[in-house]
Protein backbone atom coordinates (compact mmCIF):
# COMPACT_ATOMS: atom_id res chain seq x y z
CA UNK A 1 0.00 0.00 0.00
CA UNK A 2 1.42 3.68 -1.22
CA UNK A 3 0.75 6.61 0.99
CA UNK A 4 2.44 8.42 -2.16
CA UNK A 5 -0.48 11.12 -3.67
CA UNK A 6 0.39 11.82 -7.66
CA UNK A 7 -1.53 15.54 -8.46
CA UNK A 8 -2.07 16.22 -11.90
CA UNK A 9 -2.52 19.90 -12.57
CA UNK A 10 -1.47 22.90 -14.49
CA UNK A 11 -1.63 25.74 -11.86
CA UNK A 12 1.62 25.53 -10.02
CA UNK A 13 0.75 27.39 -7.00
CA UNK A 14 -2.29 25.07 -6.19
CA UNK A 15 -0.04 21.99 -6.53
CA UNK A 16 2.75 23.46 -3.70
CA UNK A 17 -0.46 24.19 -1.58
CA UNK A 18 -1.81 20.51 -1.87
CA UNK A 19 1.53 18.80 -1.70
CA UNK A 20 2.38 21.16 1.49
CA UNK A 21 -1.58 19.80 3.29
CA UNK A 22 -0.84 16.58 2.13
CA UNK A 23 3.24 16.22 3.50
CA UNK A 24 2.39 17.84 6.38
CA UNK A 25 -0.22 14.76 6.98
CA UNK A 26 2.46 12.31 5.94
CA UNK A 27 1.52 11.84 2.62
CA UNK A 28 4.50 11.45 -0.23
CA UNK A 29 3.51 13.58 -3.05
CA UNK A 30 4.93 13.75 -6.79
CA UNK A 31 3.40 15.83 -9.34
CA UNK A 32 3.11 16.58 -13.25
CA UNK A 33 2.18 19.56 -15.01
CA UNK A 34 -0.10 17.94 -17.16
CA UNK A 35 -1.97 14.81 -18.72
CA UNK A 36 0.58 13.44 -20.63
CA UNK A 37 3.44 13.24 -18.09
CA UNK A 38 0.78 12.52 -15.58
CA UNK A 39 -0.42 9.18 -17.10
CA UNK A 40 3.58 8.52 -17.41
CA UNK A 41 4.00 9.53 -13.99
CA UNK A 42 1.05 7.21 -12.97
CA UNK A 43 2.55 3.94 -14.36
CA UNK A 44 6.42 4.68 -13.42
CA UNK A 45 5.18 5.80 -9.57
CA UNK A 46 2.07 3.79 -8.96
CA UNK A 47 0.55 6.20 -6.47
CA UNK A 48 -2.00 5.13 -3.71
CA UNK A 49 -4.17 8.16 -5.02
CA UNK A 50 -4.31 10.69 -8.11
CA UNK A 51 -5.77 14.37 -7.97
CA UNK A 52 -6.31 15.42 -11.37
CA UNK A 53 -7.68 18.75 -12.57
CA UNK A 54 -9.61 18.62 -15.71
CA UNK A 55 -8.91 21.70 -17.40
CA UNK A 56 -5.12 21.80 -18.41
CA UNK A 57 -3.81 22.21 -21.98
CA UNK A 58 -7.43 21.56 -23.41
CA UNK A 59 -11.08 21.93 -21.14
CA UNK A 60 -11.24 18.29 -21.27
CA UNK A 61 -7.44 17.00 -20.60
CA UNK A 62 -8.41 16.00 -17.01
CA UNK A 63 -11.54 13.99 -18.43
CA UNK A 64 -9.53 12.08 -21.06
CA UNK A 65 -6.66 11.11 -18.95
CA UNK A 66 -9.19 9.51 -16.26
CA UNK A 67 -10.31 7.34 -19.22
CA UNK A 68 -6.89 6.37 -20.06
CA UNK A 69 -5.69 5.60 -16.30
CA UNK A 70 -8.55 3.96 -16.25
CA UNK A 71 -8.54 1.41 -19.32
CA UNK A 72 -4.66 0.61 -18.55
CA UNK A 73 -4.18 -2.21 -17.03
CA UNK A 74 -1.19 -0.91 -14.48
CA UNK A 75 -3.62 2.01 -13.50
CA UNK A 76 -6.63 0.80 -13.74
CA UNK A 77 -6.92 0.45 -9.98
CA UNK A 78 -5.51 3.90 -8.26
CA UNK A 79 -8.34 6.04 -6.85
CA UNK A 80 -8.80 8.92 -9.20
CA UNK A 81 -10.11 12.11 -7.56
CA UNK A 82 -10.82 14.82 -9.96
CA UNK A 83 -10.58 18.32 -8.67
CA UNK A 84 -11.61 21.23 -10.81
CA UNK A 85 -13.14 24.78 -12.00
CA UNK A 86 -14.61 24.38 -14.68
CA UNK A 87 -18.23 24.68 -13.87
CA UNK A 88 -17.64 28.22 -12.52
CA UNK A 89 -15.23 28.74 -15.29
CA UNK A 90 -17.64 27.75 -18.00
CA UNK A 91 -21.16 28.56 -15.99
CA UNK A 92 -22.15 25.42 -15.83
CA UNK A 93 -25.82 24.73 -14.39
CA UNK A 94 -24.64 21.07 -13.26
CA UNK A 95 -21.87 19.28 -11.92
CA UNK A 96 -20.17 15.81 -12.71
CA UNK A 97 -20.52 12.78 -11.08
CA UNK A 98 -18.31 9.58 -10.70
CA UNK A 99 -19.50 7.19 -13.55
CA UNK A 100 -17.44 3.77 -14.71
CA UNK A 101 -17.75 4.36 -18.30
CA UNK A 102 -18.14 8.28 -18.74
CA UNK A 103 -15.92 9.76 -15.70
CA UNK A 104 -14.07 6.64 -13.88
CA UNK A 105 -12.96 8.36 -11.06
CA UNK A 106 -13.98 7.96 -7.09
CA UNK A 107 -15.11 11.68 -6.32
CA UNK A 108 -15.32 14.86 -7.56
CA UNK A 109 -14.83 18.33 -6.09
CA UNK A 110 -15.53 21.64 -6.61
CA UNK A 111 -12.06 23.91 -6.94
CA UNK A 112 -11.47 25.71 -4.53
CA UNK A 113 -11.35 23.06 -2.35
CA UNK A 114 -11.50 23.31 1.51
CA UNK A 115 -8.24 21.79 2.86
CA UNK A 116 -10.63 19.57 5.43
CA UNK A 117 -12.52 18.23 2.58
CA UNK A 118 -9.71 16.77 0.56
CA UNK A 119 -7.88 15.71 3.24
CA UNK A 120 -11.21 13.84 4.31
CA UNK A 121 -11.87 12.41 0.75
CA UNK A 122 -7.74 11.25 0.55
CA UNK A 123 -8.14 9.41 3.19
CA UNK A 124 -11.31 7.94 2.03
CA UNK A 125 -10.14 6.56 -0.89
CA UNK A 126 -5.96 6.40 -0.92
CA UNK A 127 -5.22 2.58 -1.48
CA UNK A 128 -8.91 1.42 -1.44
Do not use: H
Not at 22 to 34: C, D, F, M
Not at 54 to 64: L, N, P
Not at 71 to 88: C, F, Q, S
Not at 93 to 121: I, N, Q, R
Amino acid sequence: MSNKVLIVDDDSDFVEAISTLLEAKGYAVVSAPEGKTGFSQAKQQLPGLIILDVMMATKSEGFDVAKQLKNDPATKEIPVVLITGIKRDMNLPFGFEPDEDWLPVKAVLEKPVKPDLLLKTVEEYINK
